[in-house]
């Protein structure tokens, strides 16, 4: 079974900074893209950034800039670095990766749990 465990959220002032990690476990054989995604109350989820297994990124206009997403593919993790947070970053945050967990299967989506960010002085 594959495992995604994130954390690292929590309450920061505006302007402040988190970094998110997100680990992978499990039987894993491959990685494909690794991603954040976030869920603020009362919306739909949606992308924040992603990161292919070769270091191709992609952000979200609203976080262009003040976020860094990375990964380490040793330690089957992926990172966000989230910096001059605003009060609208406030949002549960997922990650989710496309892994293979045998050669004889096509990649699937896993999801972690979430970890909570909160923007507020």
């Known amino acids: 079974q594959v495992q995604l465990v994130e954390s690292g959220g929590g309450l920061v002032q505006p302007g402040g900074s988190l970094r998110l990690s997100c680990a992978a476990s499990g039987r894993i054989f491959g990685i494909r893209a690794m991603g954040w995604y976030r869920q603020a109350p009362g919306k739909q989820r949606e992308l924040v950034a992603t990161i292919t297994s070769g270091g191709i990124t992609n952000y979200v206009d609203s976080v262009k800039v003040r976020f860094i997403i990375s990964r380490d593919n040793i330690r089957q993790t992926v990172y966000l670095q989230m910096n001059s947070l605003k009060p609208e970053d406030t949002a549960v945050y997922y990650c989710?990766?496309?892994?293979?967990?045998?050669?004889?299967?096509?990649?699937?989506?896993?999801w972690g749990q979430g970890t909570q960010v909160i923007v507020s002085s």
């Open positions: 989710n990766a496309d892994i293979r967990t045998s050669i004889d299967y096509a990649f699937q989506t896993f």
